[in-house]
């Protein structure tokens, strides 16, 4: 029995580098200083906020944004941008993130260089991961969250709230430099994970030792500058004091529950808890809270919002966070590798003790759960895995999640709708619901 995943058909995958021009006359080369007249080329413009016209029809655009890696050369120099007219999930607002991060990396030069050319090595590698095609959707969830508490993207604070929310990028790519040792995942975005990448560079200087060993701990030493540089960029930001002591404490939350949500992953697995209550826990704390549930937080702190919106955006935040994730593990077991960037069925391969695996062992019988278990966690060849995938559709388990995923996605902008939220908020919030909970990567 074959099983589709819901995706947005007429998504196309926008290219920033195809609608960003350069945007400065000076051009940094791979590992030197940029000028310092490039530095700010992320300008502030005074000019109203969006309006609800603005986002009609958005939910195709952000499909695109959120569900696509976007294709973009690291060296690519994206066009001044409107603050006034950033709309997350969009190429502008990608490229506008890209902009900080570009920015934030070439301050780091002067820092890492006298560290020598292995510690020069590693931050490329770093600003390569992070700036290789991401979807921006934290820093997107958070600047929503700043505008939907009434944030003013024509004001003066403008600037050093979009710096904080691409912060997140790097918590994202420390969580993800770190999963994949943990997973063993061998690519990420088409491309070889970080610790498969200096695996090959200690095979090809010719070292003694093990390459996998050398690999995984440049890798993890990797994700921890990741999320010691997010903090930099938080810090470095320029956001007023006030600001800044409202955001501290939700960003140090956020930090140890996504390690937390990843204890809990590895925990799990070890431990063989089966049951779907402990899977949605682990989707919980080590996706949704950082995913959106924080950053709509996070921005809406910045912006000073009352409990009541905060307690709104999360709700919000924590199911369709989850929603997110449930499309996640199913899209680990039928998505298109040429979408996703990893092989077909990775997810089963790898074991992940997803809510799909969950709800698929409590429907099963004896002989089709002992056939779910022996499967999962092996090297599955493509007979094999399209084998699991008929038996987990068969078995219900396919559309449990998908009616998991509806549900919790309307709960979610439910509690969005009754909120105090800005009409435009609302408005993108819901089109970003829609995008991150059927989207094709």
Not at 111 to 133: K, S
Not at 137 to 166: E, H, K, N, Q
Not at 315 to 333: M, S
Not at 370 to 383: H, V
Request: charged letters at 25%; proline letters at 6%.
């Amino acid at each position: 029995m074959d099983t589709k995943v819901v995706v947005d058909e007429a998504a196309d995958t926008p290219d920033v580098a195809s609608v960003a021009p350069a945007m400065c006359a000076g051009r940094a080369t791979p590992g030197s200083a940029y000028p310092a007249t490039e530095r700010r080329c992320l300008r502030h413009r005074a000019r109203p906020g969006p309006s609800l016209a603005h986002f009609s029809h958005l939910e195709a655009t952000l499909s695109a944004g959120i569900g696509t890696p976007l294709a973009r050369s690291v060296h690519d120099t994206p066009a001044p941008v409107d603050l006034g007219a950033l709309t997350p999930g969009t190429p502008a607002f990608v490229a506008a993130v890209e902009r900080v991060l570009t920015d934030f990396f070439a301050t780091r030069r002067e820092i890492v260089d006298p560290l020598g050319p292995v510690f020069v090595d590693a931050a490329d590698a770093l600003e390569q991961f992070v700036l290789r095609g991401g979807k921006r959707t934290r820093p997107g969830f958070a600047w929503t969250g700043w505008l939907g508490a009434g944030g003013d993207p024509s004001g003066p604070d403008a600037a050093a709230v979009l710096t904080a929310c691409s912060a997140l990028e790097l918590v994202q790519a420390c969580a993800l430099v770190h999963d994949d040792i943990i997973d063993s995942s061998r690519t990420r975005r088409g491309f070889p994970t970080v610790h498969v990448d200096f695996e090959d560079r200690h095979r090809a200087a010719g070292w003694p030792g093990d390459g996998a060993e050398y690999g995984a701990a440049v890798a993890i030493l990797i994700g921890d500058l990741a999320l010691a540089w997010a903090d930099d960029l938080v810090h470095e930001a320029g956001l007023t004091p006030a600001a800044l002591t409202r955001f501290a404490p939700v960003w140090a939350r956020m930090r140890t529950e996504v390690l937390g949500g990843q204890l809990l992953d590895v925990n799990g697995e070890a431990g063989g808890d089966e049951s779907v209550e402990a899977a949605l826990r682990i989707n919980r704390y080590k996706t949704a809270a950082y995913t959106i549930e924080r950053p709509l937080h996070l921005g809406a702190a910045l912006a000073g919002a009352d409990e009541a919106l905060v307690a709104a955006l999360r709700t919000y935040g924590t199911d369709v966070g989850i929603a997110f994730q449930l499309r996640d593990d199913l899209l680990g077991v039928f998505g298109d590798p040429a979408v996703t960037g990893k092989p077909s069925g990775d997810d089963l391969r790898e074991g992940k003790r997803t809510v799909l695996i969950a709800e698929a062992l409590r429907r099963a019988e004896p002989p089709a759960a002992a056939l779910i278990r022996d499967g999962l966690g092996t090297d599955l060849d493509d007979s094999a895995v399209d084998r699991l995938r008929a038996l987990l559709t068969e078995l219900g388990a396919v559309d449990d999640v998908e009616r998991r995923i509806t549900e919790l996605t309307d709960a979610g902008l439910a509690a969005v709708a009754a909120s105090s939220a800005t009409p435009a908020a609302k408005e993108l919030l819901h089109a970003m619901a829609l995008a991150a909970t059927r989207r094709a990567a």
